[in-house]
């Protein structure tokens, strides 16, 4: 009988989300080790209601550029990335990106323009500060998420200039945000093994830190599914919930399921995340991130259908329109690169969720 009434963790940790309580290292690792999905979805389901949220699911009409496939870097898990002198090789210059929004902003609505790309060494500074200026006077009604913290980083070296003189001088040109790319998994171990070329993760923290501080919001990512263990992953977690509680500046968590098509992990024959690594990802992330108000499910990765699943698991944003992506695509992503509106609409409401169009900011632009 003893035996029969003693609570099992899930119901420990139930009594902490009823109570809109934090959770802990141990908490996490218990829902990453538990096979109860629909056990994590409910609950998980529970603190984003607990914390405030609706039935509204937000997306965005957005445009994916990229200003080149340059890098020096040479991370195992990307399929993006070229050496100057490869085949497919390409830098655009600023001129060229704003050509390529214009004719596109004929074709889609989109508020948002988020751009990421290679860490080229044949670049300076001024060629990163001209396309912030060149995107934001041709499309000034747009908002621009351009550059991952590594690339922050980079256009130090690259300047001279301090984490923060770099950002006040890109927001000064019309940066409006940052996206959360090259965070990967912040233990040394796991970016010994799969980043060995890429900067310690400190930066990754200076440049958010220093980014909100300057008023700048940022978004914030995993990579997982390759190398890393579920206490690294906890680990993860926890030290963006840190950060979060000394400068409150991300906008949304997005995990995002690592691809090995086209890298060294390929030709080692590993595979794709089970969906229900990604769902359980999607929960567990909700359910220790209890100050980052968003987690998306990055349906370009998952597929539109697990990204309406992923609703009930904690998500409560499905990305968007999200034309032309191409990094996860070389990697072997075969989602479609552009998800029409009404595709979107169609799937958040088929799951029962209100759709509901957002900015950047996640002020509400349309509801259907
Ligand atoms: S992930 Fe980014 S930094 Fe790493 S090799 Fe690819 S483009 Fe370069």
Known sequence: MALLARKSA???????????????????LALMESDDLLALAELADLARRVRGGNDEAYFVQNLYLNQTNVCRVKCKFCAFARTAKQDGAYTHTAGELVEDALAQRELSGFTEIHMVGGESPHVDFGYYVEIVSK???????????????????????????????????????????????????????VRRLVAPGKEHPDYWFLVHDTAHRLGIPTHCTILYGHVETYEERIDHLLRLREQQDKTGGFLAFVPLAFHPENTVFERRGWKHTAGSDDLKMIAVSRLLLDNIPNVKAYWIMMGMPMA?????????????????????????????TEQKVEELV????EAGRIPVQRDTLYNEIRRW
């Open 135 to 189: 995107l934001h006077r041709a499309l000034p009604d747009v908002h621009l998420k351009l550059f991952t913290a590594s690339e922050i980083h980079h256009m130090t070296k690259l300047s001279g200039l301090t984490h923060e003189e770099v950002l006040r001088e890109l927001k000064a040109a019309g940066l409006g945000s940052l996206p959360g790319g090259g965070a990967e998994v912040f233990a040394d171990r």
């Open 10 to 28: 899930l119901d420990e940790i139930r009594e902490k989300v009823e109570a809109n309580e934090r959770l802990d290292f141990e908490d996490g």
């Open 308 to 336: 309406a699943v992923a609703l009930h698991f904690g998500a409560n944003d499905v990305q968007g329109t999200v034309v032309r992506e191409e990094i996860f695509h070389a990697a072997g992503a075969r989602t479609e």
């Open 346 to 349: 169609r799937y958040v409401r």
